[in-house]
T-cell receptor
Framework: DTGVSQNPRHKITKRGQNVTFRCDPI?????LYWYRQTLGQGPEFLTY????????KSRLLSDRFSAERPKGSFSTLEIQRTEQGDSAMYLC?????????????FGPGTRLTVL | GQNIDQPTEMTATEGAIVQINCTYQ??????LFWYQQHAGEAPTFLSY????GLEEKGRFSSFLSRSKGYSYLLLKELQMKDSASYLC?????????????FGAGTRLAVHP
């Protein structure tokens, strides 16, 4: 257990619906990343938060996607008007700093299926 | 551009040793990570290299050559539970936020 939790673990929705995912990072960790992973591929970076500030967004994050971290603790990722191509595992990671440098620890992910 | 290459699949026998290679070409470099991912689960951290050389952690070792853009993960005394995907990831400092750039992963199948 990395201490990063995500909800829901699975989400099935119909095309055109909106969905929202939540990530609770390791307590007091101010840096948080969202990634998307499709079958047979590695995770792809979506966006990065430091505290409540969204500091970097990938070109993958179309205008249908929005992410927030209102109080610098948990984060939400919303997808509006879902498309079948949005079907993927959405992963959240927070940073643990140790003698080996900053390491990203991933939550269990939310698997989205768009019908 | 960003490019990280790993073999798609490998097979090995229980008890044996396997080496998974990774080559990378990225616009920036601030460390290389290996993650293990079982089917349907999140990646779990295995190892981290930022300087050239070998890092050993129990049955797992990881090597880095920055001048060659090359790393490998060495798994010894393979067990059935080591059947998983192994992801190579480079930490990219461009933009200042150290995001990870992942390869597609190597699916390892361990047979009795």
């Amino acid at each position: 257990d990395t201490g990063v939790s995500q909800n829901p673990r699975h989400k099935i929705t119909k095309r055109g619906q909106n969905v929202t995912f939540r990530c609770d990072p390791i307590s007091e960790h101010n840096r948080l990343y969202w990634y998307r992973q499709t079958l047979g591929q590695g995770p792809e970076f979506l966006t990065y938060f430091q505290n409540e500030a969204q500091l970097e967004k990938s070109r993958l994050l179309s205008d249908r996607f929005s992410a927030e971290r209102p109080k610098g603790s948990f984060s939400t990722l919303e997808i509006q008007r879902t498309e079948q191509g949005d079907s993927a595992m959405y992963l959240c990671a927070s940073i643990v700093t140790s003698g080996g440098g900053d390491t990203q620890y991933f939550g269990p992910g939310t698997r989205l299926t768009v019908l | 551009g960003q490019n990280i290459d790993q073999p798609t699949e490998m097979t090995a026998t229980e008890g044996a040793i396997v080496q998974i290679n990774c080559t990378y070409q990225t616009s920036g470099f601030n460390g290389l990570f290996w993650y293990q991912q079982h089917a349907g689960e999140a990646p779990t951290f295995l190892s981290y290299n930022v300087l050239d050389g070998l890092e050993e952690k129990g049955r797992f070792s990881s090597f880095l050559s920055r001048s060659k853009g090359y790393s490998y993960l060495l798994l010894k005394e393979l067990q059935m539970k080591d059947s998983a995907s192994y992801l190579c990831a480079v930490r990219d400092p461009s933009g200042g936020y150290n995001k990870l750039i992942f390869g597609a992963g190597t699916r390892l199948a361990v047979h009795p």
